[in-house]
């Protein structure tokens, strides 16, 4: 059995989580490639869960700050402003956390989920089945 190399790792890691200063994202257009690159990311880092975040692509790899006058919080609005442009896909789907997918791979997640059919008449058959809440 291969081992990993653990520097080789950690430097995948970085290169990947955008973690040098001068990688950072700073922009809404460089985070829109991050996720794009990546496929999917969460949008907050998850304890025990290492992979990318955008938060972590933003702020370097330290806790999500309180105060909400931290640098790192310009998220917020770049996710906020996307959420009608329809450059990604955002919501709670991996492990029930904040994740946004690319819209190149969001058919492969929506194949993985408990769906099926078409994804514009999905709606339509759980409405028939009793299973969308009135609301």
């Not at 989580?17 to 990546?38: H, W």
């Not at 769906?115 to 809440?133: C, F, M, S, V």
Request: aromatic share 14%; no cysteine.
């Amino acid at each position: 059995m291969q081992k990993i190399d653990l520097k080789k790792f950690q430097a995948l890691r970085t290169r990947t989580f955008n973690l040098p200063p001068q990688k950072r994202v700073s922009s809404p257009a460089q985070a829109l490639t991050f996720v794009n690159k990546r496929g999917f990311v969460y949008f907050w880092p998850i304890k025990g869960v290492d992979l990318p975040s955008l938060w972590t692509a933003v702020a370097g790899d330290r806790p999500v700050a309180d105060k909400h006058d931290d640098p790192g919080h310009i998220t917020w609005g770049w996710k906020d402003d996307a959420l009608d442009k329809k450059i990604w896909y955002y919501g709670k789907i991996l492990r029930g956390k904040a994740t946004m997918i690319s819209l190149e791979i969001a058919p492969y997640f929506y194949a993985l989920s408990e769906n099926y059919g078409e994804p514009e008449e999905d709606y339509l058959i759980a409405y028939r089945e009793g299973r969308l809440p009135q609301a």
